[in-house]
């Protein structure tokens, strides 16, 4: 008993600690953006986005490029490794397995990071106002760039299609049409126990990491915009997706133990 | 968690391998693999299964050994 309440004490000392910590670190920003408005970029983001707006053309290409050669790449390798899992003996197939995730976790993350990059160059240069005011040479220029960004979206799409029926092909016990809005309800479905139990330590591992960041980043975009005047609709965003995926998991938390009682 | 098993042994006695095993117990040759590792401890369903199978008992099995630490 003494014990116990001698622990209370320490946990908030320690969160004193780490509050004081976390100030001291934004006081540190703070002082470095201060300077870095009174000698540098005056106008924030208007400014920065001139700069790169001539050049979101060419990086959306070079976006496009490297990512179907990285896609590419880990879809060839993906295919070899399934191609030797069926007659595999029990060790090589424990190493074929772990290559198998690898580069399926490879050849996803490269679709999705290509995804977020191309969505952050367009929107980071293009807006509603320079358009209004755009030559014929910029508009077909942001033309040019738009069409690029809808290829690359038809291929990301392709990969993840392909990447899908690679893994049903190798593993045939698993269900779902892409094109169904069930498909995850029925990949999860024909997944047994210990492929399931793989998922839902990788989701609470993704819940824990995505809580911690949207919080940083709640704090982050309420400054970007103080500061730099980047729009109050970022920090709404960050704001409602941290709200819904707190309250998607403590529903989902309450809605299983109610169904233990058939409430 | 503290769980040996035997797996491997009693499905070299049947004569078959991990896909057929995984086939017969209605999960995949991955899950059988983590199970005779030591890497995934089954589910009570899925161990009565294995052991249906194997026409052994659970314990002959899966047997449970505390740490002395």
């Not at chain 1, 976790?105 to 358009?131: E, K, P």
């Not at chain 2, 008992?57 to 050994?65: G, P, S």
């Amino acid at each position: 008993m003494k014990e116990k309440q001698g622990n209370k004490p320490n946990s908030y000392g320690k969160l004193m600690k780490r509050m004081l910590i976390y100030l001291g670190i934004g006081g540190v920003c703070g002082f470095f953006v201060g300077i870095f408005m009174t000698f540098g970029v005056k106008n924030g983001m208007s400014d920065l986005s001139d700069l790169v707006r001539p050049l979101a053309l060419p990086i959306i290409a070079v976006i496009f490029v490297v990512s179907i050669v990285l896609m590419e790449f880990y879809s060839r390798k993906l295919k070899d490794t399934m191609k030797h899992l069926e007659e595999a003996e029990d060790e090589q197939y424990e190493v074929l397995s772990y290559e198998e995730e690898k580069y399926g976790a490879m050849l996803m993350n490269c679709n999705v990071i290509s995804q977020v990059c191309d969505f952050i160059v367009l929107s980071f240069t293009f807006s509603r106002s320079w358009l209004e005011e755009a030559s014929g040479k910029e508009l077909a220029g942001f033309l040019a760039a738009c069409v690029l960004f809808c290829i690359n979206f038809f291929l990301y799409g392709y990969y993840q299609m392909r990447y899908v029926k690679m893994v049903q092909a190798a593993h045939p016990e698993k269900r779902g049409d892409m094109n169904s809005k069930n498909f995850q309800k029925d990949w999860m479905a024909s997944c047994d126990e210990a492929e399931k139990e793989m998922v839902y330590q990788s989701a609470y591992k993704a819940y824990t990491a995505l809580g911690k960041m949207l919080q940083i980043l709640l704090c982050a975009t309420m400054l970007l915009h103080l500061v730099f005047h980047t729009g109050i609709l970022a920090v709404i965003v960050v704001g409602v997706v941290y709200l819904t995926m707190t309250l998607t998991y403590n529903r989902s938390c309450v809605s299983l133990q109610k169904a233990k009682l058939n409430l | 968690m503290p769980l040996y098993n035997q797996l491997k042994e009693y499905r070299s006695k049947l004569g078959i391998n991990q896909t057929d095993l995984g086939k017969m117990a209605g999960v995949s040759r991955q899950t059988i693999s983590l199970i005779e590792r030591g890497d995934y401890s089954p589910s009570v369903t899925l161990a009565l299964k294995l052991a249906k199978i194997c026409e052994v008992k659970v314990e002959d099995i899966f047997q449970y050994e505390e740490d002395e630490s």
